[in-house]
Every structure is written in C-alpha cells, then in structure tokens.
Nanobody, 125 residues
C-alpha cells in the first residue's frame, strides 16, 4: 500500500508564505513517480488543480497562482513541495497532494492514482 504524507499547512496573514511538502512511501511495494501535484478545495467549491510536476520536471499551474507558487519535485525521493508566496485570503482551502505512480504488483507495472489526507491552509486579512 502506498501512502502520501503531507505537511506544512497552517494559518498565515495575507502576503505571507507557506511551504507544503508531500512524500510517497510504501513498506515493501516497488513504485516510481510519473507525476505529483497539489489540488485544493475551498468550502462550497470543487477541487481544483493548483500545480503539477512530472518526472521530466515539466510543470503547470493554475492561472490564479502563477508567479506566486512554485512546485518542485524529487523523483528519487518521491517527494513534491509547493512554495506559496504572496498568499491571499482566496487561497484559503484544504490542499491535497496527488501522485500518479507506476506501481509493481504481481510482476506487472501499472499506473495508479493516490491522494493525501489534505492539509488546511488559511490566509487571514
């Protein structure tokens, strides 16, 4: 079983910064990272993509965070981080880590999608 562990959420004032981290781990299952990303869901809204990075280092961002957020990844460590600067109250949401992993099960490699438990980010005025 693969688990995604998130850290780094919290409360910050408008204009401040936070850094979110996500690590994929498995006790005895072989896997590698195809891509990892961060999504967020505000109350009453649908979950939306914030940023994503693949194993080639290609990134994409939501228009609302371009120039403020930076995603980085370490394929060897199966981790991804999201540096969030110039935070705004509208960035308040639960942030979820997502990973598209190649997993070896019963001798067969297949792509599987995993989600973290979510971490709250609250930006006050």
């Amino acid at each position: 079983q693969v688990h995604l562990v998130e850290s780094g959420g919290g409360l910050v004032q408008s204009g401040g910064s936070l850094r979110l981290s996500c690590a994929a781990s498995s006790g005895n299952m072989l896997f590698s990272t195809n891509s990892m990303g961060w999504y967020r869901q505000a109350p009453g809204k649908q979950r939306e993509l914030v940023a994503r990075i693949n194993n080639h280092g290609d990134t994409n961002y939501a228009d609302s965070v371009k120039g403020r957020f930076t995603i980085s990844g370490d394929n060897a460590a199966n981790t991804a981080s999201l540096q969030m600067n110039s935070l705004k109250p509208e960035d308040t949401a639960v942030y979820y880590c997502n990973a598209d992993l190649a997993v070896l099960r019963s001798g067969v490699w297949s792509s599987r999608d995993y989600w973290g438990q979510g971490t709250q980010v609250t930006v006050s005025l």
